[in-house]
């Protein structure tokens, strides 16, 4: 597992994508914004100045290389979109996709993982908020299930969805395997506290998940986010997975200097994770 540099001030992950891919998560390093904002907030919908928003992510583009990061309006849903040049910045979705060279697929988080893809032939890149709901889904089918539906038809990336949708049904661990995956910066297990209701979700659709969970006080339970993220990644067929390891040093809660974190500081700024082809 990659070890995080406790200096940089953008992580860039250590993983094998091919070298058409490119791939950075900002920390709060940077920016003008102040206050409980105070770094580089990327969140334009927290009650930060609309004027330091901009500039910071003015400041994050420029981490990009010319690409362009579509920043969503993400629900704690599953629904994935695909991304393109005339993709508007706050399009409702969880998660989002592309085979367009210079398009970012761009997560914001403040506790939540945000997930990259790629295929290892670079053909498409994807990125993915998986909040406790999202990954959770419905049935064992949340926003990590969804995401790689594209990834199993690679060849009709630009075809509708329902063609993706139909060629998928056919495709599987085969292709799984040709995907990669990066977890970024979340809330740690040993603070990320949660209802029985949480552990019942995800125990619904994978009874393994219960190895992700450890009792807290008062019948709660303390969740393994990031490990949630690797089983159903790992039922899915992705195997090849880096990045966050569950240890400390990815904890958004218990690294205040670095990381953004809503359930720590409840009013608190963004961060985010983008990929994209060159």
Known sequence: MQALDAAASVLQPDWPAPPSVRAICSTRAGGVSAGPYAGCNLGDHVGDDAAAVAANRAQFAQ???????VFLQQV???????????????????????????????????DCLPVLLTRRDGLLVAAAHAGWRGLAGQGGVGVLEQVLVP????????????AINSVAKMRTAEDSA????WLGPC??????EVGPEVKVAFEAGAPEAAECFRPAHGGKWLADLAGLARQRLARAGVTAVYGNDSSAAWCTVSNPSRFFSHRRDRVSGRFAASIWRT
Do not use: Y
């Not at 040709?178 to 995956?181: D, F, N």
């Open 63 to 69: 981490a990009l290389s010319g690409a362009r990061p």
């Open 76 to 110: 704690h849903g599953v629904d994935c979109v695909r991304v393109n040049a005339r993709t508007p910045d706050a399009t409702v979705a969880d998660a989002a996709w592309t085979g367009d060279t210079q398009i970012a697929c761009t997560i914001m988080v403040a």
């Open 151 to 162: 990834f199993r038809a690679p060849a009709l990336a630009n075809a509708a969805l329902g």
């Open 178 to 181: 040709e995907v990669i995956a």
């Open 187 to 192: 809330i740690g297990p040993d603070v990320f």
